[in-house]
């Protein structure tokens, strides 16, 4: 079956520290792979995503990197700042569904 | 541009009452809807999605149930409503089978069961 598992939470860094939340999936077939974030009392938005093995997803500063050899897509940030406080979520796509990590609470302390 | 609305925003309503929320999108035709549910520091349960009006598949045996009367409305209902059922309620959707089309969420409904 296909499922997703990530980092347990919470996290606490100090603002410019390096940040990696790690991601592992299980999956039939070659699924997509994606990264949301959601901020207090909003819905998830899309943060970066990859589709096949070796794309490297980017935005914001935050980027992840298909591995199929370990099944994996770990989010990284070389300096994170307060605004990057959020939930963070690893999810992947096989045919119309979506399959979501617990989600990984992120506080950024300056 | 394409944009998901849902509504209310958040809703307090008394155990054994009924539920209705809506969702819907502008600005694509023929998406597939979904509906999860997020329970207080925990992750999304998916509870329905929607290929198509009136096709409604169920992840979750629970009270409550999910219609589509319309290609870009999706509705969660109950007739009786738990205590269990508190949570925020995210409408999402996406376009068709191809692998690289992501989810677009909606800001979500909070409701509180008292």
């Known amino acids: 079956g296909n499922s997703v598992t990530q980092m347990e939470g919470p996290v606490t860094l100090s603002e410019e520290a390096f940040l990696t939340i790690n991601c592992t999936y299980t999956?039939?077939?070659?699924?997509?792979l994606f990264w949301y974030v959601q901020y207090p009392g909003e819905g998830l938005q899309l943060l970066l995503k990859?589709?096949?093995?070796?794309d490297k997803g980017s935005n914001k500063g935050f980027e992840a990197t298909y591995r199929k050899e370990t099944t994996s897509f770990h989010l990284e940030k070389g300096s994170v700042q307060v605004s990057d406080s959020a939930v963070y979520f690893c999810?992947?796509?096989?045919?119309?569904?979506?399959?979501f990590g617990t989600g990984t609470s992120l506080t950024v302390i300056p | 541009s394409q944009t998901i609305h849902q509504w209310p925003a958040t809703l307090v309503q008394p155990v054994g009452s009924p539920l209705s929320l809506e969702c819907t999108v502008e600005?694509?035709?023929?998406?597939?809807l979904y509906w999860y549910r997020q329970a207080a520091g925990r992750g999304l349960q998916l509870l329905f999605y929607?290929?198509?009006?009136?096709?409604i598949s169920s992840e979750v045996p629970q009270n409550l149930s999910a219609s589509r009367p319309q290609d870009r409305q999706f509705i969660l209902s109950s007739k009786k409503l738990l205590l269990s059922d508190s949570g925020f309620y995210l409408c999402?959707?996406?376009?068709?089978?191809?692998?690289?089309?992501?989810?677009?969420f909606g800001p979500g409904t909070r409701l509180t069961v008292l």
């Open positions: 999402a959707w996406s376009v068709g089978l191809a692998g690289s089309n992501e989810q677009f």
């Open positions: 999956a039939t077939g070659y699924p997509s």
């Open positions: 990859a589709t096949k093995a070796d």
């Open positions: 999810a992947l796509k096989s045919g119309n569904q979506f399959y």
């Open positions: 600005g694509t035709s023929n998406p597939n």
């Open positions: 929607s290929v198509g009006i009136g096709q």
